[in-house]
């Protein structure tokens, strides 16, 4: 547990200090959200209407941002050998990158998100659950990111080849993301928030069981 | 398991195998065929309805085909099991093939009889997405200068494609019912009538021993070619 807090603040520290990371993501978001408006045109209700998936779907393409680095970087220096070596199972690994990929640029999008959306004409009342829906996928966005990312290390155009491997899995996502941020959907969304639990609930174990396996792939 | 594991001897065994399987797959093919253009036109369809002697075949292959796929990749990772992992790799682009000629063949059909050559329906969709699997798979495994590594990322993307594709295919039927009942993108009717039923069947057995013959031969060709490499190598080796 000490070498995971460890690996996880370490991840944190190296984000802040050379900046970038997490700030580079939610610019992308919010700048890629600005572009609908100028494709879709500035009706209100067309973008209200269009608002939620456009907030998805920028969530799920600024979550790759990232990926590439998320291993390269500790794989070249040989700071991913001796961790592999560490008494920290590489499972546990994959989970503090995992989680600080999150922290980094999952975790500012919950802040932006709602700016986002209500400058997409999104109905305020509608926001608790757009937030609260994102709040709950975006971290099986950054698991199933770390398995791609340690697919693709030391792959030729590793940032192009992630996105290619990991967005068709995660439409499941993005279907039941949308679904419960959705106001003119019925009900009240448990449904489709139990989904995305559920979601987050295999993830957890099995994407930093698989990434683990690719990266000792990687370090042979 | 490991009796198999042996190149040479598939070498050997496929050799005697092949003829007589190409044979079988050519009347099987030929008959389906012949069994395809003499069924009668469907009631509703029309001649269109011939369509779907390819169409249903190609789309069942396209998901045999991921089957195998991963349960060839799990046998080369779990074993070290050196054919499994030349069976993976070739079997990709079979079905990959596979998957796209029933994605054509459905647009193809769906142009005369919905009127449209792609609606967002959730089957179409989620072979849409079995698609990219398939491509991401070869990506993946072109994508190293160490071909070894390039064999093993790809299985593992095998096996995490595998545990996805239900969760894929049940969100995408969820995420359309929500939108709009499929009840009028749907086939004729529950029941097939016995004259479209038996070419259908006839032309499945024939799509699946023409996998199996494509495949058996681009695993004779991969190991030939490695085969091959070696040598190449070796000899350079000795004049350089």
Partial sequence: MVSFKALLLRDLRLAFRQGGDGAMAVIFFVLAALLFPFGLGPEPEALARDAVGIVWVMALLASLLALDRLFQGDWEDGSLDLMALSPLPLELVVLAKALGHWLVSGLPLLIAAPIVASMLQFDTAGLPRLVAALALGTPTLSLLGAVGAALTLGARRAAVLVSLLVLPLEIPLLIFGVAAADPAATGDGSTQFMVLGALLALALPLCPWAAAAALRQALD | ?240
């Fill in chain 2, 1 to 240: 398991m490991h009796r198999f594991a042996n190149p040479a001897r598939f070498m050997r065994v496929s050799q005697i195998v092949l003829p007589w399987l190409a044979t079988v797959t050519v009347l099987f093919l030929v008959a389906g065929l012949v069994m395809s253009f003499l069924a009668p036109p469907d009631y509703q369809q029309g001649e269109s309805v011939r369509i779907m002697f390819v169409h249903v075949p190609a789309a069942w292959m396209a998901m045999c085909a991921y089957t195998s796929l991963a349960l060839a990749s799990a046998a080369a990772l779990i074993w070290r099991h050196p054919l499994a992992e030349i069976a993976a790799e070739e079997t990709a682009p079979l079905g990959a093939v596979f998957t796209g000629l029933c994605l054509v063949s459905g647009s193809l059909w769906g142009q005369p009889m919905w009127g449209t050559w792609w609606a967002w329906d959730a089957r179409m969709t989620s072979v849409l997405v079995l698609f990219f699997l398939y491509l991401g798979y070869m990506a993946l495994l072109n994508a190293f200068d160490d071909p070894t590594r390039g064999r093993r990322a790809a299985a593992i993307l095998a096996l995490v494609g595998f545990v996805n594709v239900p969760i894929i295919k049940f969100s995408v039927e969820w995420w359309n019912t929500l939108h709009q009942p499929a009840s009028v993108l749907r086939m004729g009717g529950p029941t097939i009538d016995p004259s479209i039923l038996w070419p259908l069947l006839v032309m499945a057995v024939a799509f699946t021993l023409l996998f199996v013959t494509l495949l058996v031969l681009r695993m004779r060709a991969a190991l030939i070619e490695r085969k091959i490499r070696v040598l190449d190598a070796a000899a350079s080796g000795a004049l350089g």
